[in-house]
């Protein structure tokens, strides 16, 4: 293969051609003839009882088609949860209905209420006005620990209070963790606030729902992350349409970072009322819905202990964790703060003693589900900043207090229920450490304590569990769905080929890395091969693209497809060689005879598959097209050691980062531009979160930063340039369990850097003489400035 192709080769993204054109075709520029338009009355207030709603003005006005109630979907099934969580004491967790349209009361801010559809967009949202709505206000829980308090207002009437479940693990670990904490050397507790966060996609959520009565089938354009999952759950859980009556599609996608994986009630609605009115009905998202009906991410207070014994070797962890679910559990909430958080409290450690509890909360706030890492960025978190508040209360170096602890032999069982393959946390620490210069550092920090400035080196340390998967083992964990990916792979006759998979590109370069490692198994350029998603009418049934899986999974899938196909090839070639079928050999696109010189090439081997009349028709069929689906045996397991160093003005409080560096291994790496480029997102995404961004409610509910006049999203001006070193093979060590020795790199760096920036604002103000343990997200200029002021 030339240098420039295939596997390892920084090709240069081929969908970025149409995006930086502006032909990309995004589910907002979907139009169906004749198509209505629906505006939503949402909620304004977060908790109340709904005394009267009259929409006979409303419906009266021009332009309107008909307006929607919850009443109009009193027959029709919730929001359906994609995952159930047992709790310690053997209890299912509770699961209250999730309606379409609010029935009775409504539970959060933002809540859909009614729908207007109309000829215009302009004329539903007129009508919306003119609809009589009474609200009986009810107090509002926002709070997570006084949610839990006896006499606690109830989000959800018929339940018993506001305790989605109390989670234990491992249950069994409890005496043993209780036993080392009391009777350890030292004990460092820590507790912290995991911020709330809004995903914030370039492109906001749209749905278009449309019907053919001739047919009786209805069609769902949407901003999906995993059509076939959205089809699923809407078809057999909401809606009751057979799948085989509707179809989704999820063309180009801007954007996702979790908050598109869900099934959210505006796609069902769309797709309900396209039929109710017989005419297509669009709904854009406008920023500010998107604020309050978006799922939210993270939004976790947690008190962690470490127990070390006297050589300072970790002895035990304990967490508690509250977890807040918002008003409704959504899609895969319930699994985020356990089975995604609890099995990764290891860490990169041999603590033999872990145990994890985690009590998730209602509230009146929006739904909180899956943000970029979904649980690993939280127990990484947690553990990191621990393990540094540790390091200065011993007065050790943290670098090396982390070194002393590393697991060195693999594969490692963790106490948490899961076994890391392969891992050298020694070389993406030295690697890291190169990277930023450590010992370069003193002199850095002289100048900038010259400028009468306070300069801090925060490092980290982070594994994730990434690759969802096996089904059968997250089926007992109580994942409602297999978390398998597919892959159909269909040869031309001329030798082109089309890979149609169940995984979805919204940002990730599945069109440009999918075809790199056809290319490298076959030898054929990679221009000549098409990779097909996003649309349920033509892809095999998959599972869709979160939780660093594509390639891992969804690749590993097309690896097995591709393999039937060469080994239907080398038979076709056998034939057409007059050889036996071992001796064939394969390579840059050419059939040869092992030791001679007799050959054919791929395109007239595909050509004789079609026209197949130099092979026994009873030994092979005509046609070239193979289908396989990929379950994996384990989570592939990335890691990773991270530095940042920051300079913080003592007079105003507002760090700068300086310099950011990242170590990673992924394993093999296919398209090193990619994945540095992930890399870098990531990494942006997790300084957002230390310096700036917070979801915050006021105590009645209100969302109080609903649009960027409040909520701080990073800018180009807050990041430094980043030094990432995915390809060094020095820290590359190849998953041992999927054919590609791949691992997931798209979260890595929203995992690792939220802690590195942390601890490097910190260690700045301890450095200059101002104690200070913790400060939560974000760290904005005013909390440093308190923190500074406060120690002094």
């Given at each position: 293969?030339?240098?420039?192709?295939?596997?390892?080769?920084?090709?240069?993204?081929?969908?970025?051609?149409?995006?930086?054109?502006?032909?990309?075709?995004?589910?907002?520029?979907?139009?169906?003839?004749?198509?209505?338009?629906?505006?939503?009355?949402?909620?304004?207030?977060?908790?109340?009882?709904?005394?009267?709603?009259?929409?006979?003005?409303?419906?009266?006005?021009?332009?309107?088609?008909?307006?929607?109630?919850?009443?109009?979907?009193?027959?029709?099934?919730?929001?359906?949860?994609?995952?159930?969580?047992?709790?310690?004491?053997?209890?299912?967790?509770?699961?209250?209905?999730?309606?379409?349209?609010?029935?009775?009361?409504?539970?959060?801010?933002?809540?859909?209420?009614?729908?207007?559809?109309?000829?215009?967009?302009?004329?539903?949202?007129?009508?919306?006005?003119?609809?009589?709505?009474?609200?009986?206000?009810?107090?509002?829980?926002?709070?997570?620990?006084?949610?839990?308090?006896?006499?606690?207002?109830?989000?959800?009437?018929?339940?018993?209070?506001?305790?989605?479940?109390?989670?234990?693990?491992?249950?069994?670990?409890?005496?043993?963790?209780?036993?080392?904490?009391?009777?350890?050397?030292?004990?460092?507790?820590?507790?912290?606030?995991?911020?709330?966060?809004?995903?914030?996609?370039?492109?906001?959520?749209?749905?278009?729902?449309?019907?053919?009565?001739?047919?009786?089938?209805?069609?769902?354009?949407?901003?999906?992350?995993?059509?076939?999952?959205?089809?699923?759950?809407?078809?057999?859980?909401?809606?009751?349409?057979?799948?085989?009556?509707?179809?989704?599609?999820?063309?180009?996608?801007?954007?996702?970072?979790?908050?598109?994986?869900?099934?959210?009630?505006?796609?069902?609605?769309?797709?309900?009322?396209?039929?109710?009115?017989?005419?297509?009905?669009?709904?854009?998202?406008?920023?500010?819905?998107?604020?309050?009906?978006?799922?939210?991410?993270?939004?976790?207070?947690?008190?962690?202990?470490?127990?070390?014994?006297?050589?300072?070797?970790?002895?035990?962890?304990?967490?508690?964790?509250?977890?807040?679910?918002?008003?409704?559990?959504?899609?895969?909430?319930?699994?985020?703060?356990?089975?995604?958080?609890?099995?990764?409290?290891?860490?990169?450690?041999?603590?033999?003693?872990?145990?994890?509890?985690?009590?998730?909360?209602?509230?009146?706030?929006?739904?909180?589900?899956?943000?970029?890492?979904?649980?690993?960025?939280?127990?990484?978190?947690?553990?990191?900043?621990?393990?540094?508040?540790?390091?200065?209360?011993?007065?050790?170096?943290?670098?090396?207090?982390?070194?002393?602890?590393f697991i060195t032999e693999f594969p490692y069982a963790t106490p948490v229920a899961v076994e890391y393959d392969t891992g050298?946390?020694?070389?993406?620490?030295?690697?890291?450490?190169?990277?930023?210069?450590?010992?370069?550092?003193?002199?850095?920090?002289?100048?900038?304590?010259?400028?009468?400035?306070?300069?801090?080196?925060?490092?980290?340390?982070?594994?994730?569990?990434?690759?969802?998967?096996?089904?059968?083992?997250?089926?007992?964990?109580?994942?409602?769905?297999?978390?398998?990916?597919?892959?159909?792979?269909?040869?031309?006759?001329?030798?082109?080929?089309?890979?149609?998979?169940?995984?979805?590109?919204?940002?990730?370069?599945?069109?440009?890395?999918?075809?790199?490692?056809?290319?490298?198994?076959?030898?054929?350029?990679?221009?000549?091969?098409?990779?097909?998603?996003?649309?349920?009418?033509?892809?095999?049934?998959?599972?869709?693209?979160?939780?660093?899986?594509?390639?891992?999974?969804?690749?590993?899938?097309?690896?097995?497809?591709?393999?039937?196909?060469?080994?239907?090839?080398?038979?076709?070639?056998?034939?057409?060689?007059?050889?036996?079928?071992?001796?064939?050999?394969?390579?840059?696109?050419?059939?040869?005879?092992?030791?001679?010189?007799?050959?054919?090439?791929?395109?007239?081997?595909?050509?004789?598959?079609?026209?197949?009349?130099?092979?026994?028709?009873?030994?092979?069929?005509?046609?070239?097209?193979?289908?396989?689906?990929?379950?994996?045996?384990?989570?592939?397991?990335?890691?990773?050691?991270?530095?940042?160093?920051?300079?913080?003005?003592?007079?105003?409080?507002?760090?700068?980062?300086?310099?950011?560096?990242?170590?990673?291994?992924?394993?093999?790496?296919?398209?090193?531009?990619?994945?540095?480029?992930?890399?870098?997102?990531?990494?942006?995404?997790?300084?957002?979160?230390?310096?700036?961004?917070?979801?915050?409610?006021?105590?009645?509910?209100?969302?109080?930063?609903?649009?960027?006049?409040?909520?701080?999203?990073?800018?180009?001006?807050?990041?430094?340039?980043?030094?990432?070193?995915?390809?060094?093979?020095?820290?590359?060590?190849?998953?041992?369990?999927?054919?590609?020795?791949?691992?997931?790199?798209?979260?890595?760096?929203?995992?690792?850097?939220?802690?590195?920036?942390?601890?490097?604002?910190?260690?700045?103000?301890?450095?200059?003489?101002?104690?200070?343990?913790?400060?939560?997200?974000?760290?904005?200029?005013?909390?440093?400035?308190?923190?500074?002021?406060?120690?002094?």
């Open positions: 293969m030339p240098k420039d192709q295939g596997i390892g080769a920084s090709t240069k993204r081929r969908e970025d051609v149409r995006f930086l054109t502006g032909a990309g075709n995004y589910t907002d520029d979907i139009n169906v003839h004749g198509q209505a338009y629906v505006h939503f009355l949402r909620s304004d207030v977060a908790h109340g009882r709904i005394t009267n709603i009259d929409t006979s003005a409303a419906a009266a006005m021009p332009g309107v088609v008909r307006v929607f109630t919850g009443a109009d979907f009193e027959g029709v099934g919730g929001l359906p949860c994609g995952w159930q969580v047992t709790d310690r004491h053997g209890e299912v967790m509770k699961e209250p209905p999730h309606p379409v349209l609010a029935q009775g009361k409504v539970r959060h801010v933002g809540e859909p209420i009614a729908a207007v559809v109309a000829d215009t967009l302009q004329q539903a949202r007129d009508a919306a006005e003119a609809i009589e709505l009474d609200i009986e206000e009810l107090p509002a829980v926002v709070d997570m620990k006084a949610a839990l308090a006896e006499g606690s207002a109830k989000v959800h009437d018929d339940l018993s209070d506001n305790l989605c479940y109390d989670w234990g693990f491992v249950e069994e670990n409890k005496g043993a963790v209780e036993e080392a904490i009391a009777n350890a050397a030292h004990v460092t507790t820590l507790e912290l606030v995991n911020n709330r966060l809004v995903a914030n996609p370039m492109e906001p959520r749209v749905a278009v729902g449309d019907f053919n009565r001739a047919s009786g089938d209805s069609t769902l354009y949407t901003t999906s992350q995993n059509p076939h999952v959205i089809r699923l759950l809407m078809g057999a859980f909401v809606l009751g349409i057979p799948e085989h009556k509707l179809r989704v599609v999820a063309p180009d996608v801007g954007g996702g970072f979790g908050t598109k994986i869900f099934h959210y009630a505006e796609e069902a609605f769309c797709t309900f009322a396209a039929k109710a009115c017989n005419r297509a009905v669009k709904w854009t998202s406008t920023r500010s819905e998107a604020f309050m009906s978006d799922a939210h991410g993270r939004d976790h207070v947690t008190r962690i202990e470490l127990a070390l014994d006297a050589d300072n070797n970790f002895t035990a962890v304990r967490t508690e964790t509250y977890a807040n679910m918002g008003a409704y559990l959504s899609t895969f909430a319930p699994s985020v703060p356990t089975w995604l958080h609890g099995t990764l409290m290891a860490g990169n450690y041999k603590t033999p003693n872990i145990y994890v509890n985690v009590k998730a909360v209602f509230t009146n706030t929006v739904p909180v589900d899956a943000y970029r890492g979904a649980g690993r960025p939280e127990a990484t978190y947690q553990l990191e900043r621990v393990i540094d508040k540790a390091a200065r209360e011993l007065g050790v170096d943290p670098v090396e207090l982390r070194r002393q602890n050298d946390y020694h070389a993406t620490m030295d690697k890291m450490l190169e990277l930023i210069d450590r010992e370069g550092f003193a002199a850095r920090r002289a100048e900038s304590e010259a400028k009468g400035k306070l300069r801090g080196l925060g490092i980290n340390c982070f594994i994730e569990a990434c690759g969802i998967a096996p089904s059968n083992l997250v089926g007992q964990l109580g994942a409602r769905a297999g978390l398998y990916e597919s892959a159909t792979v269909r040869v031309n006759a001329t030798g082109g080929l089309v890979v149609m998979t169940g995984s979805h590109s919204h940002g990730q370069g599945h069109e440009t890395a999918f075809p790199q490692v056809i290319s490298e198994m076959i030898g054929i350029p990679e221009d000549q091969i098409e990779i097909v998603h996003g649309d349920t009418a033509n892809t095999p049934m998959g599972m869709g693209t979160y939780g660093s899986r594509s390639l891992a999974v969804g690749g590993s899938a097309m690896v097995r497809a591709a393999e039937k196909i060469i080994a239907k090839t080398k038979k076709i070639a056998a034939h057409l060689l007059e050889a036996a079928e071992a001796d064939i050999e394969l390579k840059d696109g050419t059939f040869s005879v092992a030791g001679t010189d007799k050959s054919v090439a791929w395109g007239d081997v595909c050509l004789a598959a079609y026209v197949p009349h130099n092979y026994p028709l009873e030994d092979i069929e005509p046609g070239l097209e193979e289908t396989a689906f990929y379950d994996p045996s384990n989570f592939t397991y990335p890691a990773g050691a991270y530095a940042c160093e920051v300079e913080v003005d003592p007079e105003t409080g507002v760090a700068t980062i300086e310099k950011f560096v990242s170590a990673d291994d992924f394993g093999n790496v296919v398209n090193p531009m990619i994945v540095e480029g992930q890399v870098h997102g990531g990494i942006a995404q997790g300084i957002g979160q230390a310096l700036l961004e917070n979801c915050a409610y006021d105590e009645n509910g209100q969302l109080l930063s609903a649009s960027y006049m409040d909520y701080a999203m990073p800018r180009a001006d807050d990041l430094p340039m980043m030094d990432s070193y995915t390809v060094d093979h020095s820290c590359q060590t190849p998953c041992t369990h999927n054919p590609l020795g791949v691992k997931g790199c798209g979260e890595a760096g929203a995992i690792g850097s939220p802690p590195t920036v942390i601890n490097a604002i910190l260690d700045a103000l301890n450095s200059g003489g101002h104690k200070v343990d913790h400060i939560d997200m974000p760290a904005s200029p005013s909390r440093v400035w308190a923190a500074i002021n406060n120690a002094s």
